[in-house]
Nanobody, 119 residues
Framework: QVQLVESGGGLVQPGGSLRLSCTPS????????VGWYRQVPGKERELVAS???????NYADFVKGRFIISRDNAKNSVDLQMNSLKPEDTAVYYC?????????????WGQGTQVTVST
């Protein structure tokens, strides 16, 4: 059974940094497109950043210039470096891995990690 485990969340002051990491079990991340999403209560989950299996990256406008998504294939992980954090970045952050093989979609989610930006 595939599991994605997120780590690195916590409490940080505005302007600070956190690094989230997503590590899977039972799959090789290098062949999956991986995304970081976030969700606050009462709102829909939204894409923060994504990286394809070819390492092409995409960022939501609200994190461009502040967050960096990267792969570490040796560690089989995808990280999200979050800098210049703002209170509005407070959310539960989720890791997602997806891949399409012929007509079969593979779509996995982690349990989420809380990020709180506050004084």
């Amino acid at each position: 059974q595939v599991q994605l485990v997120e780590s690195g969340g916590g409490l940080v002051q505005p302007g600070g940094s956190l690094r989230l990491s997503c590590t899977p079990s039972a799959i090789f991340f290098s062949i999956f497109d991986v995304g970081w999403y976030r969700q606050v209560p009462g709102k829909e989950r939204e894409l923060v950043a994504s990286i394809t299996s070819d390492s092409a990256t995409n960022y939501a406008d609200f994190v461009k210039g502040r967050f960096i998504i990267s792969r570490d294939n040796a560690k089989n992980s995808v990280d999200l470096q979050m800098n210049s954090l703002k209170p509005e970045d407070t959310a539960v952050y989720y890791c997602n891995a997806r891949r399409q093989v012929a007509r079969t979609p593979y779509d996995y989610w982690g349990q989420g990690t809380q990020v709180t930006v506050s004084t």
